[in-house]
Nanobody, 120 residues
């Protein structure tokens, strides 16, 4: 089993920065990729970016250059550093992890999400 827990969501002014955390527990050694997605009110879920076990990152065009994903293997935590936030970044941010338990997979685990509100 794999559990993910996000934290760090908050109210922030436009132009500001915020860092979210995603802590993994359980069978963390099975994780191949961890990523972030977001869902704004009334909109479809949008993929934000991801980081592989080797540390390779990818980002959506909408956040590329503003958001940075990093990880701490010791604490099994992935971070989403968000800079130059704008009103369109307001959403519930959820982390996910792709993993492959023996004989199965790949599977994807999700956290419950943490809300980010950007104010003008």
């Amino acid at each position: 089993q794999l559990q993910l827990a996000e934290s760090g969501g908050d109210l922030v002014q436009a132009g500001g920065s915020l860092t979210l955390s995603c802590a993994a527990s359980g069978s963390v050694f099975m994780i191949t990729t961890t990523g972030w997605s977001r869902q704004a009110p009334g909109k479809q879920r949008e993929w934000v970016g991801s980081i592989t076990e080797d540390g390779n990152t990818k980002y959506a065009d909408s956040v590329n250059g503003r958001f940075i994903i990093s990880k701490n293997n010791t604490s099994n935590t992935v971070y989403l550093q968000m800079n130059s936030l704008n009103l369109e970044d307001t959403a519930v941010y959820s982390c996910y992890a792709d993993f492959s338990p023996g004989g199965l997979g790949p599977l994807r685990a999700w956290g419950r999400g943490t809300p980010v509100t950007v104010s003008s």
